[in-house]
């Protein structure tokens, strides 16, 4: 695996030195990439019945995958804006201790819909090069879900969509390689970070919960 994206990346770079395909005006793409998305400070609780005393360990974030349909404009080969909308779950993995000694392993899974706002920047010619993208973010959450196993209790699921804010407000960075091999068709190879700036903690809004990501995205766009 680690071969085939060097090798990606080493054809783009080659190619976006020696190309001069012109990437002006509309397009729509699509992507796909792995992100490790995760909450800060799951502690304290997400059950009412909880204290601040609960102990929460081994907490893991999410790996998910996040589909993104996009599209923009092109006012010249280096200046973009970027928009679109894609779906990834955000959430955590971690052992809870409640009730005295009772221990559970919970999933806590908070489904969103992520739309960005990018301006993109890439240093080349012929819309080919290394870019850079920034801009806010929306994540509009769709549900949240509790998944507890214990051999007390066994199996159960609780859903805590009412503990969440219903709307997320962040900043997102990219950064990675485009490349224009004609007129019409781009690929892109890189890196976006979706880091969340609001509490969206409802539960126990003193304790501030944000969400962030930061994963590898791969995507192919046609420009009209």
Same mark, same amino acid.
């Given at each position: 695996?680690?071969?085939?994206?060097?090798?990606?990346?080493?054809?783009?770079?080659?190619?976006?030195?020696?190309? +001069?395909?012109?990437?002006?005006?509309? %397009?729509?793409?699509?992507?796909?990439?792995?992100?490790?998305?995760?909450?800060?400070?799951?502690?304290?609780?997400?059950?009412?019945? &909880?204290?601040?005393? +609960?102990?929460?360990?081994?907490? *893991?974030?999410?790996?998910?995958?996040?589909?993104?349909?996009?599209? &923009?404009?092109?006012?010249?080969?280096?200046?973009?804006?970027?928009?679109? %909308?894609?779906?990834?779950?955000?959430?955590?993995?971690?052992?809870?201790?409640?009730?005295?000694? /009772?221990? $559970?392993?919970?999933?806590?899974?908070?489904?969103?819909?992520?739309?960005?706002?990018?301006?993109?920047?890439?240093? @080349?010619?012929?819309?080919?090069?290394?870019?850079? $993208?920034?801009?806010?973010?929306?994540?509009?959450?769709?549900?949240?879900?509790?998944?507890?196993?214990?051999?007390?209790?066994?199996?159960?699921?609780?859903? *805590?969509?009412?503990? %969440?804010?219903? /709307?997320?407000?962040?900043?997102?960075?990219?950064?990675?390689?485009?490349?224009?091999?004609? +007129?019409?068709? &781009?690929?892109?190879?890189?890196?976006?970070?979706?880091?969340? /700036?609001?509490?969206?903690?409802?539960?126990?809004?003193?304790?501030?919960?944000?969400?962030?990501?930061?994963?590898?995205?791969? @995507?192919? $766009?046609? /420009?009209?």
């Amino acid at each position: 695996m680690k071969k085939v994206i060097c090798g990606f990346i080493l054809s783009i770079v080659i190619c976006a030195l020696s190309n +001069d395909a012109q990437a002006y005006g509309p %397009f729509v793409g699509f992507s796909v990439g792995i992100n490790n998305v995760s909450l800060s400070k799951v502690d304290p609780l997400w059950i009412k019945g &909880g204290t601040v005393n +609960d102990k929460i360990s081994s907490s *893991v974030s999410k790996y998910t995958f996040i589909p993104f349909l996009y599209g &923009g404009y092109s006012f010249s080969n280096k200046w973009s804006v970027v928009t679109g %909308f894609g779906n990834y779950s955000a959430g955590q993995h971690y052992t809870d201790s409640l009730i005295g000694q /009772r221990v $559970e392993d919970v999933n806590l899974t908070i489904k969103n819909v992520y739309i960005p706002l990018l301006l993109r920047y890439t240093a @080349g010619h012929g819309g080919s090069g290394f870019y850079f $993208e920034a801009g806010p973010h929306a994540n509009l959450m769709q549900s949240a879900t509790m998944s507890n196993s214990s051999d007390l209790l066994g199996n159960y699921k609780t859903d *805590v969509t009412s503990y %969440f804010s219903k /709307r997320d407000i962040g900043f997102s960075l990219g950064l990675g390689i485009h490349f224009q091999p004609s +007129d019409h068709l &781009g690929l892109q190879f890189g890196f976006r970070g979706i880091y969340g /700036r609001q509490n969206i903690n409802l539960l126990t809004p003193a304790t501030k919960v944000t969400t962030s990501a930061l994963g590898l995205q791969i @995507g192919a $766009e046609y /420009r009209f």
